[in-house]
């Protein structure tokens, strides 16, 4: 008895050892890093920044949605340099009144640099958030010592203020179709609905989980497979 205690006491010292040895090993071959970003990321939020920036849409997509009122507000940033009142002075920029449609470097009188009134064509929506976003990326070498507005939804925003002071105000451009994703199918949809989409409707539609509870019964034609689920006859299913 006596020695048989020993030995068990041997045993579960040399089991002890040996776990102890273990985790020594998988604890040097297991070595968790500290991750750069803690926490875990969450499927279809899109960051700010740079991952955001990446799925900006064209212009035309905010200035559907567009706010004169923002817009003011965001001009503010301008105001330092810009008059945009009708007959109202330059001041380090040019008076903004009017300025879609025009060339670049509208403002008879003003000391634009060549850089800017280098640019070929007219302002127009492209253009201007171009310019908004990167002045100096639009026209390098530009006098317009402004950072730019890198949020589309602000660019937008003051683009459609500016576009209000003027005697002619453009019609904010729609939304284009392509680029909002899903859209397109949707407009698909709705126009195989106008095309005959109400008899469809009426009619049984095999879904597919119908299909599947169904199994091979619904399944027809020559390239059918012959499959007889175990345990039971191929013979046809009972009428109802
Ligand atoms: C630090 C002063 C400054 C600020 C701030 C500034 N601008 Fe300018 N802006 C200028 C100057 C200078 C020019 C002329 C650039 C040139 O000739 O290269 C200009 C030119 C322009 C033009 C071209 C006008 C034309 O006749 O072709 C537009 C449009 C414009 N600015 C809009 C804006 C808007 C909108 C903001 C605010 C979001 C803004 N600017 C902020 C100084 C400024």
């Not at 985790?23 to 990321?41: D, I, N, Q």
């Not at 729609?174 to 698909?188: F, L, N, R």
């Not at 119908?210 to 009428?239: D, S």
Request: glycine residues 12%; aromatic residues 8%.
């Amino acid at each position: 008895m006596q020695d048989n205690n020993n030995t068990i006491a041997g045993w579960v010292l040399f089991a002890g050892i040996v776990a102890l040895g273990g985790t020594l090993v998988a604890g040097s071959y297991f070595a968790a890093e500290r991750p750069e970003k803690m926490g875990y990321p969450i499927e279809g939020v899109v960051e700010e920044g740079a991952g955001g920036a990446e799925a900006e849409q064209p212009i035309e997509f905010y200035l559907a949605s567009a706010d004169v009122a923002k817009g003011a507000e965001v001009f503010k940033k301008c105001q330092a340099c810009h008059t945009v009142d009708q007959g109202g002075a330059n001041g380090l920029g040019p008076n903004l009144w009017a300025t879609y449609g025009k060339p670049h470097g509208h403002v008879a009188g003003f000391a634009y640099s060549d850089a800017l009134k280098g640019v070929p064509g007219n302002w127009d929506w492209k253009g201007m958030s171009d310019w908004l976003a990167n002045p100096k990326a639009y026209a390098p070498g530009t006098k317009m010592t402004f950072a730019g507005l890198s949020n589309p939804v602000d660019r937008a925003n003051v683009m459609a203020f500016l576009n209000s002071k003027s005697d002619a105000p453009l019609p904010l451009p729609a939304a284009p179709v392509a680029s909002t994703p899903g859209a397109a199918e949707d407009k698909a949809a709705s126009e195989a609905d106008d095309a005959g989409g109400q008899k469809a409707e009426n009619e049984p539609v095999l879904t597919e989980q119908e299909a599947l509870k169904g199994g091979t019964a619904n399944i027809r034609g020559e390239g059918a497979p012959k499959v007889t689920a175990p345990g039971t006859t191929a013979a046809p299913a009972p009428k109802q």
